[in-house]
């Protein structure tokens, strides 16, 4: 069954440092790849989504993602991180028709000054 | 912009009790969906609809049931609230492209105790 791990459920970074937050997938096919940000809250925004061609996607906010097929890794990277940056990630693979979406759990990013 | 409205941000019901969760969007969308959100656990599809009237069950339907009498609108029935349905609720949409293109806009949440 297709799924969606994110390994880190809690990240703590500085402010001004750079971020990497990882997620992998199982999927057969190639898959469509989302990132979503979700601030307290709030429902969840749309940070960049994959489906086919460049490996590296640029988002919104500053953050992009790469795809890496050969390590079923899609991580969502951003090189200087902002305090309104705190919130919660969730990264998200398509799966069948009518675009039923699976989520993984989630990584929780604190930005300390 | 896509606007997905939830008619309460915050609910408390009783054990038993029938509820209703509304959602509503205003661009359009063939595609509706109603997760649960829990610590730990990420989002669950409760049930998705493609098409009035249409509707499907995501991984967790049990206990829930929806209602698509119109396009614009997607309502989420808790028969019999039990305890273990205190959540947070989101409802999203989304465009039916058949390539699985369309991301997902979403509401900004129901979150519901039954006590």
């Known amino acids: 069954a297709q799924s969606v791990t994110q390994p880190d459920i809690h990240i703590t970074v500085s402010e001004g440092a750079s971020l990497e937050l990882r997620c992998n997938y199982s999927y057969g096919a190639t898959p469509y790849l989302f990132w979503y940000v979700q601030s307290p809250g709030q429902g969840l925004q749309l940070l960049l989504k994959?489906?086919?061609?460049?490996?590296l996607v640029q988002g919104i906010k500053g953050f992009e993602a790469e795809f890496k097929r050969s390590q079923s890794s899609f991580n969502l990277r951003k090189p200087s991180v902002h305090w309104s940056d705190a919130a919660e990630y969730f990264c998200a693979v398509v799966r069948g028709g009518y675009q039923k979406v699976t989520f993984g759990t989630g990584t929780k990013l604190q930005v300390i000054p | 912009d896509v606007k997905v409205t939830q008619s309460s941000r915050y609910l408390v019901k009783r054990t038993g009790e029938k509820v209703f969760l509304e959602c509503v969007q205003d661009m359009d969308h063939e595609n509706m969906f109603w997760y649960r959100q829990d610590p730990g656990l990420g989002l669950r599809l409760i049930y998705f609809?493609?098409?009035?009237?249409?509707?499907e069950k995501g991984d967790i339907p049990e206990g829930y049931s929806v209602s698509r009498e119109k396009k614009e609108r997607f309502s989420l029935i808790l028969e019999s609230a039990s305890t273990n349905q205190t959540s947070m609720y989101l409802c999203?949409?989304?465009?039916?492209?058949?390539?699985?293109?369309?991301?997902?806009?979403f509401g900004n949440g129901t979150r519901l105790t039954v006590t």
């Open positions: 994959y489906f086919s061609g460049d490996t």
């Open positions: 999203a949409s989304s465009s039916h492209t058949g390539t699985g293109h369309s991301p997902l806009h």
């Open positions: 609809s493609y098409d009035v009237k249409m509707k």
